[in-house]
């Protein structure tokens, strides 16, 4: 994730029959919808805090 300057993101990977992983891509955004609905995770509220958070620091920086 550092490598590609991104704070987050969802990894998608398989297992292949030998029981390796094998790494397929990296969805900046990722679909994390359905674990906030189905285990009642507040995903979508960390996410805009973060966000706000960054604004706050970057307004802060700025000239």
Do not use: S
């Amino acid at each position: 994730m550092a490598r590609l300057r991104l704070r987050q993101g969802a990894i998608d990977m398989i297992v292949t029959p030998a029981g390796d992983y094998v790494f397929l891509e990296v969805n900046p955004h990722g679909e994390w919808g359905m674990l906030e609905r189905d285990l009642g995770l507040p995903i979508g509220e960390a996410l805009a805090c973060a966000l706000l958070r960054l604004a706050k620091t970057r307004a802060a920086a700025a000239p």
